[in-house]
């Protein structure tokens, strides 16, 4: 650095903060990446479904379908034998723990850190989600924390914002007992744990393309499985009660009705599944890109104190930024998070928060509130009631976060945001202390 640089560096740190009138970090002027990103193979292939006269998997003509086509690539990308598309992820969730034909009312073990989607799918599969703790490094569920005192039947697993759970070891304990573990990977597209992607780990895994994932086409979800008998009660459980014929099997639609389960309507769109077609071929040039910000964020933040970003366990090789999560492990007295993320946007012109609340004390998940399910819901308070989950909690109250576009510009907007966070972190103690005199 130059020592006018490193003037610049230290004036860019200091000074009045933009929420108190001062001059931001970064001009307004000055976007930032557009999220999401489509290509002129996305216009194209939107267009082919307008012309092509099968607007969905359910009508009848013989041009290919887009959803066919995503379910093949989606499954190569990751490595997994099948993959069966729907409608969003929260139907993914729901299809997958219907295909574990588990009994009314079975436990199902969910992480107390994650989107309401991944209990409210078990209260929809007519289970009772059990909230338990997660890691306080990496946010995902601490296969060390499994309550083997509460009897349960199933396992999801989601992994968090940037970091995987540690599959293989709650395999190790869960698989001698019989029980699966879902993957929840709907923030974690294409990460890779020791060379296997997030989603075929466990015995099925869950993903999301809801327009903020770092895939997204519009709304969307995928099941993937490796389990050949799986597959096709997936496929029936998200389309009526029917699934794809087989070679040798004659049917108008494609579709066969097997219903051997019944089922429900949560089919992929084309449009979606057109989209999502053009958007995976940009997926791995994204993650690099976000990847080597990620790394240099790290090193630009490595020495101010009290502060770090998540850090992915030694074996995730690869890692999916859906949310970058800045960790204060210790603010200045009285500076909340809600205060930074607020400051930080100030600065920077593109949006910083707060995770959302942790389950227990989430306003979506309020099961009570729906007559229909009462008695879910009266056993999910019963079990819930006394749980606490320190680390959730606290990573909920250190935490600021992003969303994965701000890690898709250059070195610059990395140099903006490290300033920020510098900048904010003593401008807000030195407000603590202006308050005080
Ligand atoms: C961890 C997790 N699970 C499930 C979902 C639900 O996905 P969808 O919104 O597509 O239903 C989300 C979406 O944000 C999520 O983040």
């Known amino acids: ?141 601490d296969p060390a924390s499994i309550d083997l005192d509460v009897s349960f039947r199933a396992v999801i697993a989601v992994h968090w914002a940037a970091a995987m759970a540690n599959i293989p070891a709650m395999e190790k304990v869960l698989e001698p007992r019989g029980i699966p573990i879902i993957e929840d990977a709907a923030q974690a597209h294409g990460a890779q744990w020791l060379g296997r992607s997030a989603g075929t780990l466990g015995r099925l895994g869950c993903f999301s393309m809801q327009h903020s994932k770092v895939l997204t086409g519009g709304e969307g979800g995928a099941v993937v499985t490796d389990d050949d008998e799986l597959a096709p009660v997936l496929e029936e459980l998200r389309a009526d009660s029917r699934r794809y014929a087989r070679a040798g099997e004659t049917s108008k639609l494609g579709l066969v009705t097997s219903a051997s389960i019944m089922g429900a309507n949560l089919c992929m769109s084309e449009w979606s599944a057109a989209v999502l077609c053009a958007q995976l071929e940009l997926l791995d040039a994204q993650h690099e890109t976000r990847r080597r910000n990620y790394a240099l964020l790290n090193e630009l933040l490595a020495d101010v104190p009290g502060m770090r970003l998540l850090r992915p366990p030694a074996e995730q090789n690869r890692m999916s930024v859906y949310e970058l999560p800045f960790i204060f492990d210790s603010l200045p007295e009285g500076v909340t998070t809600d205060r930074v993320a607020e400051a930080m946007t100030a600065e920077l012109g593109t949006h910083f928060y707060v995770p959302r609340e942790p389950l227990g004390r989430s306003p979506f998940l309020q099961p009570w509130t729906k007559p229909t399910i009462k008695p879910l819901a009266e056993r999910f308070m019963e079990l819930n009631r006394d749980r606490s989950h320190p680390n959730a909690e606290k990573l909920a109250r250190s935490a600021v976060l992003t969303h994965h576009s701000t890690l898709l510009g250059g070195e610059e907007d990395m140099a903006d945001v490290a300033d920020a966070v510098v900048k904010v972190v003593n401008g807000l103690s030195d407000e603590r202390w202006d308050r005080r005199r």
């Open 1 to 141: 650095m130059t020592a006018s640089q490193s003037v610049t560096t230290v004036h860019r740190r200091s000074g009045r903060l933009a929420i108190h009138g001062g001059t931001p970090v970064r001009p307004a002027e000055r976007g930032w990446p557009q999220w999401p990103q489509p290509t002129a193979q996305s216009s194209s292939n939107v267009e082919a479904v307008l012309r092509s006269g099968r607007w969905a998997i359910t009508s009848p003509g013989t041009s290919p379908l887009f959803e066919r086509r995503f379910a093949s690539d989606f499954a190569g990308y990751l490595n997994a034998r099948h993959c069966v598309p729907v409608d969003h992820g929260s139907s993914a969730l729901l299809i997958a723990l219907e295909s574990l034909r588990l009994d009314h009312g079975d436990v199902v073990l969910v992480p107390a850190l994650t989107w309401v989607a991944s209990a409210s799918a078990v209260l929809r599969a007519g289970l009772v989600p059990v909230l338990v703790d997660v890691r306080a490094d990496t946010g995902c569920i």
